[in-house]
């Protein structure tokens, strides 16, 4: 064998081991993409000739049609709708009308006035409305109408509320049960990281609304503790984060169990994020209300954006905390939060923490401090950006960036909620300019840029900044009060 034919061989041997292309092989993918070339100018001309069509001719409606069931889509107005003074106008119960006089409550929101009427006709509503718009109030009132005659049976509620955490669910429970009582009725707070007994106590008297969370409600589902075959009036709230934190099947499987034909509500600020699949599924021919746009509110809230130095921003965060009145901050992680959160309390500056890492009583004392001190900062992940309603935050920090715009919007709708005023501002590093600006124009804002120093004049004009005490801050202990023995002490030992 000659020395050419032993060099040129094993290169063969390892061409056809490596699956070179034949030349019909080649032949043939050429012919495979000159078909698919051909099927994509044939779907581009067809879409020209459907589109040049549309705009041309003009659609003909024929007499004693009916046209297809669609989605109705209602674009609220911000003002109040003509001809409606106050709640009675839009149909609730005398009742609730009176309970809202007591606590000084006379005039419905946009959002209210849009859905009350279109709820208490029975109909399906689809309402999305702006973070601190009045949904709450607006689906609590049309379900206590629709239910204020009739009466629950021992594990069968009559309404039924889903939130996607345990402070929403109380938020809701807080702002129905008076409501409720108005009208007959008693309402319980199913969620976990909260005892047993007393919930399960509650279904078997009967109670006739529960506001739960989807893990803890399945989880008495599957004990038999509750059975929804009679329930009226299912709401879902803010099922966007529902579908965000993964609840979506626990919500199908819930909606399931309850009677086909009762009535839906889904309240959220957004709908998105596989919320539309189960309008499809579980609603019927929706009202669909719309209040705003998922953009922020450029009437009643200011947007700041503060430029620093790396190493200022710890001073400038102090200083915004030991402000005069309520501030809210913002950040990504719970140990960033227990971070802070110490920090600032060294510094000297009322403060608590809040995160899902906390137990149900941390959580619920932390909030109730914030709510009763005037002058106190709440360093919060996002676990607090949807639903916690607490009046008079004036200033929103967003310390730690957002995931995305939405995020942003429910963060900043802290304050500035129902008419009133309020500032957010976020804290950014030249390194992450074009983040921060890229993020606020998706959530259709235009900020203010400003480059501060720690106690500058501009700094305290826009949020209030000032030094704090130096002296820790120790929130003060809070004792439970224990029911006293009644019975008789045993002894033992005799």
């Known amino acids: 064998m000659s020395t050419t034919q032993r060099s040129t061989a094993p290169g063969k041997a390892r061409r056809a081991k490596a699956g070179k292309p034949r030349h019909s092989q080649v032949q043939k993918s050429k012919r495979k ?79 209210q006035i849009a859905t009350i009427p279109d709820a208490i006709a029975g109909c399906d509503i689809l309402g999305r409305g702006q973070t601190g718009s009045g949904k709450t109030l607006a689906f609590s009132l049309s379900l206590l109408t629709n239910i204020s005659n009739k009466v629950a049976k021992p594990h069968k509620p009559l309404a039924l509320i889903l939130t996607p955490t345990r402070e929403l669910a109380q938020q809701i429970d807080h702002v129905i049960r008076p409501l409720a009582r108005a009208v007959g009725h008693e309402s319980i707070v199913i969620a976990g990281g909260m005892p047993y007994p007393k919930q399960i106590t509650a279904l078997r008297k009967a109670t006739a609304i529960v506001v739960a969370t989807p893990g803890r409600l399945i989880d008495l589902l599957n004990r038999n503790e509750v ?39 889904l309240f959220s600020a957004t709908l998105d994020r596989g919320v539309d699949a189960l309008v499809r599924k579980y609603l019927k021919n929706p009202k669909t209300h719309s209040l705003q746009s998922d953009q922020a509110s ?62 149900q009583a941390v959580r619920t004392r932390t909030l109730a401090l914030f709510k009763e001190q005037e002058n106190s900062a709440l360093v919060a992940t996002d676990v607090a950006a949807r639903g916690i309603h607490v009046d008079g935050i ?101």
């Open 394 to 494: 004036s200033l929103v920090v967003h310390v730690d960036l957002p995931q995305d715009h939405k995020d942003y919007l429910h963060r900043s709708g802290r304050t500035a909620r129902a008419g009133e005023s309020g500032t957010v501002v976020t804290l950014s590093l030249s390194k992450n300019q074009r983040a921060v600006t890229g993020l606020l124009s998706r959530a259709g804002v235009t900020p203010q840029f400003h480059d501060v120093k720690p106690l500058d004049k501009k700094l305290m004009v826009l949020t209030g900044a000032q030094e704090p005490s130096g002296v820790p801050y120790v929130p003060p202990v809070v004792t439970a009060n224990r029911p006293k023995y009644a019975g008789k002490r045993r002894r033992y030992g005799r």
């Open 33 to 111: 993409a000159e078909r698919l070339d051909a099927r994509s100018k044939e779907r581009a001309q067809r879409f020209q000739a459907r589109t040049k069509k549309a705009t041309t001719t003009k659609p003909v409606r024929k007499e004693n049609v009916e046209p297809s069931p669609r989605r109705e889509i209602r674009e609220v107005k911000p003002l109040r709708a003509e001809g409606t003074h106050s709640f009675r106008d839009l149909g609730i119960t005398p009742a609730l009308a009176n309970a809202l006089s007591a606590q000084g409550i006379a005039e419905p929101f946009p959002i």
């Open 298 to 359: 450029v009437t009643t809230m200011e947007h700041h954006v503060l430029q620093m130095h790396p190493g200022d921003k710890d001073d400038i965060t102090s200083q915004i905390a030991a402000r005069r009145g309520k501030t809210i901050l913002f950040v990504k992680t719970q140990r960033g939060a227990d971070r802070l959160a110490d920090k600032l309390a060294h510094a000297g500056v009322a403060v608590g923490a809040l995160h899902g890492g906390k137990s």
């Open 227 to 265: 059975q929804l075959d009679h329930l009226q009036i299912a709401v879902l709230d803010e099922a966007d984060q529902m579908a965000d934190m993964g609840f979506l099947p626990v919500v199908k499987e819930i909606l399931d169990q309850s009677d086909p034909k009762g009535q839906r509500l």
